[in-house]
């Protein structure tokens, strides 16, 4: 199976109908839809992200989703210079300074969750990924709890929270699922409560949520693409975050009035679904590290201006280590299982073993 073919999956067997008509309508730059603008565009998406102000709460979006879960209280909704500190101090603590502190949790867990690749076993990347995102996270917000039940906690959070509240049919009772997936988790990040449990609750589940789907799906298209002679190469996983877009649709809501490239219109209210695998030529460009994209497009997958994820560094780091411990095996997946509850695509299970 192709490399592309098998990541095409994660897509149809998690979002079917969403991927299908975002596939459709690709080649338009910018499409409404009555009160949502598709946004395929890398123009468009930039200027969608940087100059139309957002409603950073709005029901239906990726931040009305996190208040809901949070409570509030969080990076989403705050405004003008409570937004930027907030921010701050986020990009401070996973900065270079504080992604080196943190590296020593998972390269321990590398070395010892990869040894039977050693003599010739098999390892499932998927929980491997999901011990990584939660000890991390542990870390990240001072708490002393163990990494997978923290990692299996903001999952089912983010699940049910994306089900509850982004686009889509709902099933009964999925508010009171979501309400009782988030107090779980709020629980293990602020068991005392206080001001910063929203924000703990928001960064363990961004941290974990994009891990789980990211390490995986990345190292099944290096196994599939036999790309680990440039496992050593920072341009790899550069690539392989710019092809997988991990979070390849970001939903937003028009706070103002304002027009995207291209002359389109765009009203306040209007929901604007910026589509960041188009826009990074994640479904065009496969991953090439002898020739990687320009850096400001390969950035596009982590946002932009002051919407770009502060998780940026961190990812690379641990999908450059992933990809370099695995190099030596020269993996290849042996069997593969998508994850259909989860909140972004990803694999429920990537068993890899040495060629």
Same mark, same amino acid.
Request: with cysteine; glycine share 8%; proline share 7%.
């Given at each position: 199976m192709s $490399?592309?073919?098998?990541?095409?999956?994660?897509?149809? !067997?998690?979002?079917?109908?969403?991927?299908?008509?975002?596939?459709?309508? #690709?080649?338009?730059?910018?499409?409404?839809?009555? #009160?949502?603008? @598709?946004?395929?565009?890398?123009?468009a998406f930039v200027a969608g992200l940087t100059r139309i102000p957002l409603d950073r709460t709005a029901a239906g979006t990726t931040g009305g989703a996190a208040g809901r879960l949070t409570g509030g209280d969080l990076l989403f909704d705050q405004h003008g210079d409570e937004h930027r500190q907030a921010r701050r101090a986020t990009s401070e603590a996973l900065g270079a300074a504080g992604v080196q502190r *943190? #590296?020593?949790?998972?390269?321990? *867990?590398?070395? #010892?969750?990869? &040894?039977?690749?050693?003599?010739?076993?098999?390892?499932?990347?998927?929980? =491997?990924? %999901? &011990? +990584?995102? !939660?000890?991390?996270?542990?870390?990240?917000?001072?708490?002393?709890?163990?990494?997978?039940?923290?990692?299996?906690?903001?999952?089912?959070?983010? $699940?049910?929270?994306?089900?509850?509240?982004?686009?889509?049919?709902r099933r009964h009772g999925?508010?009171?699922?979501?309400?009782?997936? %988030? &107090?779980? =988790?709020?629980?293990?990040?602020?068991?005392?409560?206080?001001?910063?449990? !929203? @924000?703990?609750?928001?960064?363990?589940?961004? /941290? +974990?949520?994009?891990?789980?789907?990211?390490?995986?799906?990345?190292?099944?298209?290096?196994?599939?693409?036999?790309?680990?002679?440039?496992a050593d190469?920072?341009?790899l996983a550069d690539e392989l975050l710019r092809v997988t877009a991990p979070t390849p649709l970001l939903p937003r809501v028009a706070a103002e009035a304002g027009e995207l490239p291209g002359g389109c219109p765009v009203r306040a209210g209007d929901r604007m679904l910026l589509v960041a695998r188009h826009a990074a030529d994640s479904?065009?460009?496969?991953?090439?590290? $002898?020739?990687?994209?320009? /850096?400001?497009?390969?950035? @596009?997958?982590?946002? /932009?201006?002051?919407?770009a994820c502060p998780g940026a560094r961190?990812?690379?780091?641990?999908?450059?280590? =992933?990809l370099r411990a695995l190099a030596p095996y020269r993996p290849v997946v042996v069997r593969a299982r998508v994850d259909r509850r989860a909140a972004l695509p990803s694999w429920r299970s990537l068993v890899v073993r040495p060629s």
């Open positions: $490399a592309r073919s098998r990541d095409r999956r994660v897509y149809l !067997g998690s979002h079917p109908v969403l991927f299908a008509l975002l596939a459709a309508t #690709r080649r338009r730059p910018v499409l409404r839809l009555g #009160r949502t603008l @598709l946004v395929h565009d890398r123009e *943190l #590296r020593p949790l998972w390269t321990e *867990l590398l070395d #010892r969750r990869l &040894e039977p690749l050693a003599h010739g076993g098999r390892v499932d990347l998927v929980p =491997l990924a %999901a &011990e +990584i995102a !939660g000890t991390t996270a542990a870390a990240l917000v001072d708490v002393a709890v163990d990494g997978p039940a923290l990692a299996d906690a903001a999952r089912a959070a983010a $699940a049910a929270a994306a089900r509850a509240h982004l686009p889509g049919l999925t508010g009171e699922t979501a309400r009782v997936a %988030a &107090e779980r =988790l709020t629980a293990l990040v602020a068991p005392d409560g206080g001001a910063g449990a !929203g @924000l703990a609750t928001m960064l363990a589940v961004a /941290a +974990i949520t994009t891990t789980v789907a990211a390490l995986p799906r990345a190292a099944a298209w290096a196994c599939d693409a036999g790309l680990w002679a440039y190469s920072p341009a479904h065009r460009a496969g991953p090439d590290p $002898a020739h990687p994209a320009p /850096a400001r497009t390969a950035q @596009l997958v982590f946002g /932009a201006g002051q919407h961190l990812a690379r780091v641990q999908l450059a280590d =992933l």
